[in-house]
């Protein structure tokens, strides 16, 4: 197979580097049409000779690199995320939806709540992980309590503050760590949050290790890799999508959930949980997602 792949950067140049690390027997080209001209130029003189393409968004609006796979015949895979399935519920609803791509692909995504969603408005999806992680072995315990979450800058409430807010207010002695936001225009702020701001990907590991609680309360969402990598770091989730090893809770349960999760970990010493960290192991490592990944690539592109 010879695939194109386009849509977000973050996503889709991490995912052609990996199926081309891990396929002797295809090639994985990703071309950032989102941003580059050069790159809009080079999908066109490729497009005619792949076998498709993968856009690692789902589109529901018009593209002009959709148009010319259309335009050449070749088979669409929409690899759905957690905003573009907010934007086509959206447009379905105002009459905006624009569906020529919508009926032409096939669709994926990673999270069985994107797929009831989507099938609410006649796309039909199936599930497929892309995400994976690096897990380096991991011995020691928590060494007391403390919290993090991401919270985007200017979008705070969005993504729970209200919630962390109350939690944090009710526990003083805990230390509450947001990551994105710099809490600016925050009101009433609680004397044990500190806002990190943007931090590097080191900083951001040190920070996972020795945090044993991670909260993620946003208004809507896809399978998040944050969960993914507090889970293989044996920490405690709470989360408001339903998952077999997460703390699922509601806007009504949060602060219920929060207080039974300190509670355990009280209990158990703040151990790691060993079953998060087998789970991801055994689940999210690099060969087995990529391998069932390109199986249902060969199969569709074939």
């Keep these: ?26 090639s994985f080209k990703f071309l950032d049409t989102y941003n580059s001209k050069w790159a809009k130029l080079e999908f066109a003189l490729r497009i005619g000779r792949s076998d498709g393409m993968i856009s690692m ?21 929409m690899q759905w995320q957690g905003t573009d399935v907010l934007l086509a519920l959206n447009r379905t609803k105002d009459g905006t939806i624009y569906r020529k791509y919508i009926d032409h692909a096939v669709h994926f995504c990673d999270a069985p709540w994107l797929i009831d969603e989507l099938k609410s408005i006649g796309i039909h999806a199936e599930l497929m992980h ?54 600016e225009n925050l009101k009433d702020v609680p004397a044990n949050v500190d806002f990190r701001g943007w931090v590097n990907q080191g900083e951001m590991k040190i920070l996972q290790s020795n945090t044993p609680i991670f909260i993620r309360l946003t208004e809507h969402d896809g399978f998040s890799l944050s969960v993914l990598e507090a889970l293989a770091n ?33 209990a158990n010493g703040f151990q790691r949980s060993d079953e998060n960290i087998a789970y991801i192991h055994n689940n999210f490592n690099k060969n087995v997602v990529m391998s069932r990944l390109i199986s249902k690539m060969e199969e569709v592109f074939g």
């Excluded at 197979?1 to 027997?25: H, T, V, W």
């Excluded at 968004?57 to 895979?77: C, E, F, M, T």
């Design 130 to 183: 892309y995400k994976w992680l690096f897990q380096p072995a991991i011995k020691t315990q928590f060494q007391q309590l403390a919290v993090y979450s991401y919270v985007s800058k200017g979008r705070e409430d969005f993504y729970g503050w209200q919630t962390i807010k109350q939690s944090a207010f009710n526990h003083p002695e805990i230390p509450f760590y947001i990551v994105g936001s710099e809490g």
């Design 1 to 26: 197979m010879k695939i194109l792949i386009n849509g977000l950067p973050y996503f889709s140049e991490r995912i052609a580097q990996d199926l081309n690390d891990c396929s002797e027997r295809h």
């Design 234 to 266: 044996g920490s405690e989730v709470i989360w408001n999508q339903p998952h077999q090893l997460v703390n699922f809770c509601n806007e009504e349960t949060a602060l219920d959930a929060f207080e039974s999760v300190c509670e355990r970990l009280k």
């Design 57 to 77: 968004n789902g589109v529901s609006d018009q593209s002009g690199s959709l148009d010319l796979a259309i335009k050449k015949h070749r088979k669409i895979w």
